[in-house]
């Protein structure tokens, strides 16, 4: 494995990366450290995590933070109702021995895993690909949970015990840095951030994931949406973005972008009241200087 063989096999796979990220991606799996990856949403962050789990041909695992995730939803929960129905048939048959009932009903048989406890199992001999993803919208509280596991690949349960991997997983954690991630977590990690595509990168990115679009109307769009990045809006529009609204103007049989005809579609690009009302605005001006360059 190479930084090359890494950039090709993205590539076989569907996504374009350059260097840097190829780097990153290839040193995370090197070294055994978790992949930090920060930047604006619909940049592809989530998609590269899909992409490597295909790759390493193993299961993905992904954990969607929250405001108010807790341990019950990430890591683990007991089966409360199958624990009191067990207690109840033990009682029935006579069972006394207070802490015989208590190693019956807190084994293993009656935990219920969540994503970072399924993380350290293996699977047909292979560890899985996990993904955390927006550690930003979750509480500092979860932040601080997190360093025992990724600092060791171990979960320590108080009925149980520490439950340890043999294999630590791959792991990817996303940001969209609506706020600052602790340094503690971030040390554990290596680090890059994935920046809206040049020119030619998003050109590529378009014609690839949509093969039969007109090769002047891909180069229209993409000029387009890079020009509306330029405008003071609430919130750009992401790679993401751009495909959705390619897709949308072929559904359209827009083959030619002109100011009049394409408004209407903004809704799969820009997702705020207030910056569709500007890019209406503004759209002619726009599409003059994407059609200049």
């Known amino acids: 494995m190479s930084i090359e ?3 090709a096999a993205l590539e076989a796979h569907g996504y374009i990366a350059e260097r840097p990220l190829g780097t990153a991606v290839f040193l995370a799996q090197q070294l055994g450290r978790p992949l930090f990856l920060e930047g604006e949403p619909g940049v592809g962050k989530t998609e590269i995590v899909k992409v490597l789990a295909q790759i390493l041909q193993t299961r993905l695992i992904r954990l969607q933070c929250f405001e ?3 341990v019950s939803s990430a890591v683990y929960e007991w089966d409360y109702a199958r624990q009191m129905l067990e207690i109840r048939l033990l009682e029935a048959t006579g069972q006394r021995d207070t802490t015989r009932v208590r190693r019956e009903v ?6 219920v895993k969540r994503p970072l406890l399924q993380a350290l199992e ?3 001999d292979q560890a899985p690909v ?4 927006e550690l930003d919208r979750a509480d500092e509280e979860f932040e601080a949970y997190l360093l025992e596991f990724l600092a060791e690949w171990q979960i320590t349960i108080p009925e149980i015990g520490t439950l340890k991997a043999s294999k630590p997983p791959v792991v990817v954690i996303t940001s969209n840095r609506t706020r600052e991630i602790h340094d503690a977590l971030k040390r554990r990690c290596l680090y890059h951030w994935i920046d809206y595509p040049d020119f030619s990168k998003e050109l590529r990115i378009v014609q690839q994931k949509i093969p039969h679009i007109p090769e002047l109307l891909s180069k229209q769009i993409v000029a387009f949406v890079q020009g509306l990045r330029g405008l003071d809006l609430y919130k750009a529009p992401g790679v993401a973005e751009t495909l959705d609204w390619a897709a949308s103007l072929m559904a359209l049989n ?3 972008l002109e100011a009049g005809k394409i408004e209407d579609s903004f809704g799969a690009l820009l997702k705020y009241q207030d910056d569709l009302l500007k890019a209406r605005a503004q759209a002619q001006d726009v599409l003059a200087k994407a ?3």
Not at 130 to 133: M, N, Q, S, V, Y
Request: aromatic content about 8%; hydrophobic content about 45%.
């Open 130 to 133: 996990l993904l955390i993803d």
């Open 106 to 111: 807190f084994s293993s048989e009656f935990l």
């Open 5 to 7: 063989s890494t950039l």
């Open 122 to 124: 293996l699977e047909h």
């Open 291 to 293: 059609q200049m360059s």
């Open 254 to 256: 827009i083959t030619n």
């Open 68 to 70: 108010g995730l807790d």
